[in-house]
């Protein structure tokens, strides 16, 4: 009489041994224990529907228990050779050192240990950031530290949303809640994803249902709910392994910003320079070694450990200098349009007041300066702060002035008209232009010209002797107490 039960596959086949390059995963053994278990009771049926025939159950027996032992060899084989697993985290870590350069790049350098197992191991090292670039990803032991061998390395970003659980648990086990309580399920395996509805398989039977219905478990291990560098390595000796790993990665910026506060009379000024490092990776910096590059020759190094959670904004404080005395002076930028025709227009720039220090160690300064941008405070008579306005600054090396708009003056007045323009053909103008100054006070008074010359340009006639600056002219003038002095130019223009 056949067995009324078939409760595995026909066609299944119990294998006499086991490939020795097989790495089972807890996954793989625990659906072999289930299987084997419907094996054994699959055959108890079929022992009690043949129950009178006495020369088979000696051989029954023996098969069963041929499956027990088949069982107890896969599980013993699969932990003697699956790579053990090791997390890696924060706590781990003894030394970083991060490195920020322009345009959202930052290298990173850590220290860690781990404890590894002799023979196959998989590192999952946690706690770094999101954006890591692979490709740039250095690993090495640290002496004194056994050689290891890498066989490869891998990165895995968190990406889990509704729809990435169900594509990752196609062919998992998942719990279908009812219509009228969440907290009501069943288990069902999950067949197939389509767009508002997911196919589900209970008992035999295959269901379609809406995707809000499923429910998972666990996560799957194909997703990470953390960023994550998996290393699978082998190496021939336990124990404890230092290693350093650098990579390439972005979630950091950084900028120079500076605070000065002059006195009352513009005689002293103190300057404080801060960095200002924001951290947007997905990953903290516990007590790290900070450097931040201007430029491939230029950087600076904060010179005490800095914390740095994910999502903070630190300013740091790099360099301050007190009492520096700067040098008062005026400037003029024209708001002339030079390679048009102005004629019959007045105008009347207004002389800017600028305070300046040159970057020198004697004037209290002596480090290269970083762009950034400036807050300017002075102090008044009743000692109260009051806020002036903001510089941009571009980099200060050493020797170059530092160097400050603090407002305007009305001692010095002006008045600008265009004298002359000429287009010499379609591409060249010339123009000429007559500044007439003032200085309304008993007191000396220099003051710099600044006219901007685009492109391709020559001077053909001027007054006063002038320099070149990038992409503009500078003249300097000094006016005695109450003199009046004329700046006259005559410029030729590539307008191209």
Request: aromatic share 8%.
């Amino acid at each position: 009489m056949a067995s009324k039960f078939n409760l595995y596959p026909s066609n299944f086949k119990i294998p006499c041994s086991i490939p020795m390059d097989v790495i089972l995963t807890q996954t793989e053994i625990h659906k072999i224990v289930v299987l084997l278990q419907i094996i054994i009771l699959d055959r108890r049926f079929r022992e009690d529907d043949t129950r009178g025939k006495q020369n088979k159950v000696s051989s029954r027996s023996m098969r069963i228990t041929q499956i027990i032992l088949l069982l107890f060899s896969i599980l013993l084989y699969s932990f003697s050779v699956k790579a053990v697993v090791q997390e890696n985290s924060q706590s781990s870590q003894f030394d970083i050192s991060v490195t920020l350069y322009p345009n959202d790049m930052t290298l990173i350098k850590e220290k860690r240990k781990a404890y590894l197992k002799e023979g196959s191991n998989k590192l999952l090292i946690k706690d770094v950031p999101s954006s890591i670039l692979m490709d740039s990803f250095l690993f090495e032991v640290v002496s004194p530290s056994s050689p290891l061998n890498i066989l490869e390395y891998s990165f895995q970003a968190p990406d889990i949303t509704h729809e990435k659980l169900l594509e990752h648990s196609i062919g998992e086990t998942v719990n279908v809640t009812s219509f009228q309580s969440k907290s009501d399920s069943m288990l069902a395996k999950l067949l197939a994803v389509e767009k508002e509805t997911v196919l589900i398989e209970s008992m035999g039977t295959i269901y379609a249902v809406k995707k809000s219905r499923i429910a998972f478990p666990h996560l799957p291990y194909t997703l990470v709910s953390e960023p994550m560098i998996t290393l699978k390595l082998t190496n021939s000796k336990e124990g404890e392994y230092l290693f350093e790993m650098s990579y390439l990665t972005k979630g950091f910026t950084w900028e120079a910003g500076y605070t000065i506060i002059i006195d009352s009379e513009g005689e002293h000024l103190d300057l404080n320079n801060w960095i200002n490092i924001r951290n947007q990776s997905q990953t903290d910096i516990k007590k790290g070694h900070i450097r931040v590059v201007q430029k491939k020759t230029l950087f600076y190094d904060i010179e005490r450990p800095i914390s740095l959670p994910d999502k903070s904004v630190k300013n740091v404080s790099w360099f301050s200098a007190k009492n520096l005395m700067p040098t008062k002076s005026f400037r003029i930028y024209p708001k002339n349009n030079i390679i048009v025709d102005e004629e019959g227009a007045v105008m009347k720039p207004p002389v800017e007041t600028w305070l300046s220090v040159e970057n020198i160690v004697s004037q209290g300064l002596g480090v290269p300066l970083p762009q950034g941008i400036i807050k300017v405070f002075q102090r008044s008579k009743d000692y109260s702060l009051l806020y002036i306005g903001e510089n941009k600054t571009s980099l200060i090396p050493l020797g170059k002035p530092l160097s400050l708009r603090v407002g305007s003056t009305k001692e010095i007045t002006t008045e600008m008209r265009q004298t002359d323009y000429r287009k010499l053909g379609s591409k060249v103008v010339e123009s000429g232009y007559r500044l007439d100054l003032k200085n309304t006070t008993d007191f000396p008074k220099q003051i710099t010209v600044f006219q901007n010359v685009p492109g391709e340009w020559i001077i053909l006639r001027e007054t006063h002797p002038h320099e070149e600056e990038e992409n503009r002219v500078a003249w300097t003038l000094s006016l005695g107490s109450q003199e009046e002095v004329s700046l006259r130019y005559r410029i030729r223009m590539n307008v191209e």
